[in-house]
């Protein structure tokens, strides 16, 4: 969603830090550069100006501390100033209300409002433990109200049974009662669209809030419509009252400013988005992540949260058993890249790492791309349980039936087991004796740096750990050196993979504090 902006930030404001001394007219013309950024990332004019005016009044004025550059100095305001126009701190929804707490949806046609209704009754019920009861206001749209029942039937969640004839408001004040007597925690209304804005769909949104009293009124708005999705936050905000924003499709290629502007023109949160049509892709919207995202700095604690979302705890536990032993087949990769798939990718991955997110162009153009993950699990995929666990089974006879059934050629396959065999070596010594293995060693050393105690020789264990320690962490990393604009160190500012002619990656020998280089092979 915010490459494009994240890659002309980037470039504005690297050329900023690497100063040792910034005049007034510098910061002038790199504000020019921010604010052209912006505007070309349909960012509303009135907050681009503003935030533009806010960022050269601190600039210029800023006392510059000794251990920072001026450069450096002007990246912080700019980082604070975004995460202000995002809205400072992140907001959930609010369920502090008697039960049945109402949420209604509301919403033009099309922007995703019956399955985000889904995907936060989904949310809601298995991570908050709530009972939940789903109700479709939409008599206009053909099968609206089916669409819903099977999404419920779908994700396990009560949807309110349909009766035909029925008015909205009537339906409304239906499922309000039918969540009381059932005993339901949340009741969300799914209000009917429109393809554009209309007096009659704002009466009857009016109607339905006087007949239900909803605690939140949340508006689903499509992030791909730009500045169109403001003037939308801004009609349904004067004539309902909207209490918090849900946008959808961020994981589209728009550019971002319906994001960007969006809390500064209401006023209002946006309390989630909407990052792929899974149920389970809904996340928290949190200003300073995204911020950091934007700015290249990476979003440490949303990947360790994606992670366990998405890693099987079993299967990880028994990974790192075989790991210690030195065992690594190609089941264990296959799980591998299939845990990478799950998480977003190699692109989503790299795009959460601080000082990563330049590297995506360079792998693309190495092929290394999620297309070649798709190949590689398919090649695994194709072999028999035994040649899975014993790859040295593999000779020709064999490789040309793999590649017949994987659609790929024996050059695909001898790749893989070139990979999986580096992957193997590198697992030998990392769970090899003495010390409790290389892995424990280089975990204790970064945690070492970063003021850190714990499991795992001194590395804590992530998963335990609450939103709120994890951005502790995160801070404890940046100042260690780990998050800074500029890149990793020891990846040489914009980072490196190795043999893609930049610095190799931290324990491959690059420069990552207490992580040593891997010795090499006698």
Same mark, same amino acid.
């Given at each position: @969603? %915010?490459?494009?902006?994240?890659?002309?930030?980037?470039?504005?404001?690297?050329?900023?830090?690497?100063?040792? $001394?910034?005049?007034?007219?510098?910061? !002038?013309?790199?504000?020019?550069?921010?604010?052209?950024?912006?505007?070309?990332?349909?960012?509303?004019?009135?907050?681009?100006? !503003? %935030?533009?005016?806010?960022?050269?009044?601190? *600039?210029?004025? $800023?006392?510059?501390? #000794?251990? &920072? #550059?001026?450069?450096?100095?002007?990246?912080? &305001?700019?980082?604070?100033?975004?995460?202000? @126009?995002?809205?400072?701190?992140?907001?959930? &929804?609010?369920?502090?209300?008697?039960a049945p707490v109402v949420v209604m949806m509301v919403g033009l046609q099309g922007s995703g409002k019956t399955t985000t209704t889904a995907k936060i009754a989904s949310r809601m019920t298995s991570r908050d433990r709530k009972k939940v009861l789903m109700a479709s206001l939409d008599t206009r749209r053909p099968a609206a109200q089916e669409q819903l029942r099977q999404l419920g039937v779908q994700t396990g969640v009560d949807t309110l049974p349909i009766i035909a004839g029925q008015s909205p408001t009537d339906i409304a004040a239906r499922a309000v009662q039918a969540a009381k007597l059932g005993g339901h925690d949340i009741v969300i209304l799914d209000t009917a669209g429109r393809t554009h804005i209309d007096e009659p769909l704002m009466v009857e949104m009016a109607d339905i809030k006087k007949k239900s009293n909803p605690h939140e009124i949340l508006l689903v708005a499509d992030s791909l419509t730009g500045q169109d999705a403001v003037n939308l936050a801004r009609n349904f905000d004067e004539r309902v009252g909207i209490t918090g924003l849900v946008l959808t499709r961020m994981d589209g290629d728009g550019r971002g400013g319906a994001a960007l502007s969006m809390r500064a023109v209401t006023g209002k949160p946006i309390k989630l988005i909407g990052v792929g049509e899974k149920m389970g892709e809904l996340e928290e919207f949190h200003p300073r992540r995204i911020a950091d995202r934007i700015l290249g700095m990476g979003d440490i604690v949303s990947l360790v949260e994606r992670a366990a979302e998405n890693i099987d705890a079993e299967k990880a536990a028994a990974m790192a058993a075989k790991m210690a032993k030195g065992k690594f087949d190609l089941n264990d990769l296959a799980d591998q890249l299939g845990q990478m798939q799950k998480m977003g990718g190699m692109g989503g991955i790299m795009g959460m @790492?601080?000082?990563? !997110?330049? @590297? #995506?162009? #360079?792998? *693309?153009?190495?092929?290394l791309n999620d297309k070649l993950f798709g190949r590689?699990? *398919? &090649?695994?995929? !194709?072999?028999?349980?035994?040649?899975?666990?014993?790859?040295?089974?593999?000779k020709h006879s064999r490789k040309k039936r793999i590649a017949a059934g994987s659609g790929t050629d024996a050059s695909d396959i001898n790749k893989l087991l070139k990979m999986h065999r580096q992957m193997a070596d590198m697992m030998k010594m990392m769970g090899g004796k003495g010390k409790g293995g290389m892995m424990k060693q280089m975990m204790g050393g970064l945690a070492g740096k970063m003021g850190l105690g714990g499991g795992m020789g001194g590395m804590p264990d992530l998963s335990n750990m609450d939103p709120k320690q994890l951005e502790a962490l995160q801070k404890q990393a940046e100042a260690a050196g780990l998050g800074r604009p500029g890149g990793m160190p020891g990846l040489g500012g914009g980072g490196g993979l190795p043999g893609l002619g930049g610095a190799k990656l931290p324990g491959l020998g690059g420069g990552f504090p207490g992580l040593p280089g891997l010795p090499k092979k006698k």
């Open positions: @969603m %915010f490459e494009n902006l994240q890659d002309r930030l980037g470039s504005i404001l690297n050329g900023l830090t690497g100063r040792g $001394a910034l005049s007034e007219t510098d910061v !002038s013309a790199a504000l020019r550069e921010v604010r052209r950024a912006l505007l070309e990332a349909d960012v509303a004019l009135d907050v681009v100006r !503003s %935030f533009t005016d806010r960022v050269r009044e601190k *600039a210029v004025g $800023a006392e510059i501390l #000794k251990s &920072i #550059k001026p450069g450096q100095m002007v990246v912080k &305001i700019v980082h604070d100033e975004l995460i202000e @126009m995002l809205g400072g701190e992140g907001v959930g &929804i609010d369920l502090n209300a008697p @790492m601080p000082g990563m !997110s330049g @590297m #995506k162009d #360079k792998m *693309a153009a190495a092929g590689q699990i *398919a &090649i695994i995929s !194709s072999m028999t349980k035994a040649e899975r666990a014993n790859p040295d089974l593999l």
